[in-house]
């Protein structure tokens, strides 16, 4: 009996006894039941937050504020028809290299909207015969979306038509893309952009395709 007491005195001295432990595990039962609401609702409010951007991301206005801006868009037309060109498919190509960010300047040293190298903007003025041609105005946007828009529509004629190749040549080079159609038998009525064998190639390809039909959509071209 008085070994029994003795556990009873030390379990309520050490332990609080069982009214104390019932206690305890109450209140750890109620902060684990505040995280899960908390955790709960953190998470509906994210996925809320997420629902209305999505929403609003689809909103035309806001496409073509933040998403898939224009500017230029006078200037892409007037030289997609001196050129003969598709004015959303140069926007796209214009979206896809630079953003429609004037200055933009590639690791390789491209300039401009349209990403144009200073060696081959110098020999696309030589083929359209500007007098005026400048290094230092490669930058200019009119200069840049003209001499862009006709090496595209050049390459368009290169390679038949076709969509993909012209891309691909645009980003890789004529060369590679010739060599691509001898080694893989690729004709002029390839479309399987997923066998392009550059991952940089194919991306740009991919994504100059899509934001082609999102400009055709958005401006009615």
Not at 3 to 17: H, M, P, R, S, V
Not at 121 to 134: L, P, R, T, V
Not at 161 to 169: P, R
Request: charged share 25%.
């Amino acid at each position: 009996m008085q070994l029994t007491y003795a556990i009873d005195e030390y379990e309520d001295l050490y332990f609080g006894g069982s009214n104390m432990t019932d206690d305890l595990q109450k209140r750890l039962q109620q902060r684990q039941t505040v995280r899960l609401q908390a955790a709960f609702m953190v998470g509906l409010a994210i996925m809320i937050v997420s629902f209305a951007a999505y929403f609003l991301s689809q909103t035309e206005d806001v496409q073509k504020s933040y998403l898939y801006p224009y500017p230029y868009k006078e200037t892409v037309t007037k030289y997609s028809n001196k050129y003969g060109m598709d004015s959303a498919l140069v926007a796209a190509v214009i979206k896809t290299e630079s953003r429609f960010e004037l200055d933009a300047k590639s690791h390789r040293g491209a300039l401009g909207l349209m990403q144009l190298m200073p060696d081959t903007a110098k020999w696309i003025s030589g083929q359209i015969e500007d007098d005026n041609f400048s290094f230092d105005n490669i930058g200019d946007p009119d200069v840049n979306i003209c001499y862009g828009t006709w090496y595209l529509s050049t390459l368009m004629r290169e390679f038949e038509g076709n969509e993909v190749l012209s891309l691909a040549a645009y980003n890789a080079g004529i060369g590679n893309v010739k060599s691509w159609m001898i080694e893989y038998g690729w004709t002029y009525d390839f479309r399987d952009v997923n066998a392009i064998p550059f991952g940089e190639t194919r991306e740009y390809v991919k994504s100059v395709l899509r934001t082609k039909i999102k400009y055709k959509a958005l401006y009615a071209q």
